[in-house]
């Protein structure tokens, strides 16, 4: 019989008919016959079906060491993410992003964003170890976790079940959304500088188009990333003040150039990892969710929507879907004086 939710997981050679599974809230242990269980063709290892997680440990536990070959600085492939987010590294996200930190500083800044906008269903396209997604439940909304790193995924489940919630988790790449995502919602939320993984500008395109897909007629993307440009133009000065909280750890750019953002993760075990990623510049980005057909696209700086900062870490685009079929271009030039966010 099914309690609240299973894990169940699959060792190498395993068929899908004889997994073992846990139930995460009673903690029974047995074999199981998944007769519910829905293997995803597009996601032969984690999906939940009606709160079934399915993970394949063997395949969890293979990645344990990052590898960007023999020149990690020429390492600028889309796909790459999957094997950067290994599990020691998953593990240690909770001491890079301090949980109470980041709800400090953060406050209820996306919670107003998504209420003013009368958002209700959200889908957290980067839930990576669910920060957001609980927090959101917490506040709420409705929500679904997706991620393409079944790591991440497994993360984010464990963390909402410690706060007392089941997340509902689809593992999806960006790209290929709306092949494993069949609903429609008000908000699609893309945080944590997680956009700035994709590589080549069709990728970016495609997976904007995928998020504008998913959203009803009047939706709105909320899509952040570090401040590239001035890292880019002032040789790295843009420190990591609102979104690594953890003390103990430091993230910093190891190497920058207009293809590649290469950050390094030190632990206070000495423990160091690496993430290659694009920086975008703040313009690009805009410029391309214009493109994809969002039509009004407006720009914060760090969480602030009234001050002018001049150096500030994160922007944070909010770009509706809602048409504006009759207005006139020159109308669609922001008004307000508040030059941090401005409106395509
Ligand atoms: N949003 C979280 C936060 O703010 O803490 C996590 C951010 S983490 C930096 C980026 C996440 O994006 C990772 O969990 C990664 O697996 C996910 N990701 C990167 N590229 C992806 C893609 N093409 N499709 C789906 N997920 C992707």
């Not at 007769?35 to 709160?51: D, L, N, V």
């Not at 950067?84 to 996306?110: Q, T």
Request: proline letters at 2%; one cysteine or more; aromatic letters at 12%.
């Amino acid at each position: 019989m099914l309690c609240r939710i299973w894990s169940i997981w699959m060792d190498s050679g395993q068929s899908h008919e004889s997994v073992k599974g846990a139930c995460y809230s009673c903690e029974l242990f047995s074999g199981w016959s998944p007769a519910q269980a829905i293997q995803s063709p597009s996601s032969p290892w984690i999906e939940i079906t009606r709160g079934i997680v399915i993970t394949n440990a063997s395949s969890r536990k293979a990645e344990l060491q990052q590898d960007f070959g023999t020149d990690p600085v020429e390492m600028r492939d889309t796909d790459h993410y999957q094997k950067e987010y290994v599990h020691r590294f998953v593990d240690k996200w909770d001491e890079l992003i301090n949980w109470d930190a980041r709800y400090a500083s953060e406050g209820d800044f996306f919670i107003r964003l998504l209420k003013e906008r009368g958002a209700k269903r959200i889908l957290d396209v980067a839930a990576g170890i669910g920060f957001h997604s609980v927090r959101l439940v917490e506040a709420g909304f409705e929500v679904c976790s997706v991620d393409g790193s079944a790591e991440m995924l497994a993360k984010a489940f464990d963390n909402g079940r410690r706060r007392g919630h089941i997340l509902r988790t689809i593992q999806a790449d960006w790209r290929w959304l709306n092949r494993d995502v069949h609903a429609s919602y008000d908000a699609v939320i893309c945080l944590g500088n997680s956009f700035t993984h994709l590589f080549s500008e069709s990728d970016r395109r495609k997976a904007l188009a995928e998020f504008y897909a998913v959203l009803k007629h009047d939706g709105c993307l909320i899509l952040d990333q570090r401040n590239y440009d001035a890292m880019l133009d002032n040789e790295f000065s843009t420190q990591h003040k609102f979104y690594y909280c953890g003390k103990q750890v430091s993230a910093e750019p190891e190497h920058m150039d207009e293809g590649l953002a290469r950050f390094r993760y030190t632990f206070p075990d000495d423990s160091v990892y690496h993430l290659n990623m694009f920086p975008l510049r703040r313009d690009y980005t805009r410029r391309l969710m214009q493109e994809v057909g969002f039509q009004k696209i407006s720009t914060y700086a760090d969480f602030e929507e009234d001050t002018r900062q001049d150096d500030p870490d994160f922007f944070i685009h909010v770009a509706e879907k809602k048409y504006l079929a009759s207005e006139d271009d020159t109308l669609n030039v922001s008004e307000t004086t508040n030059l941090d966010k401005e409106t395509v």
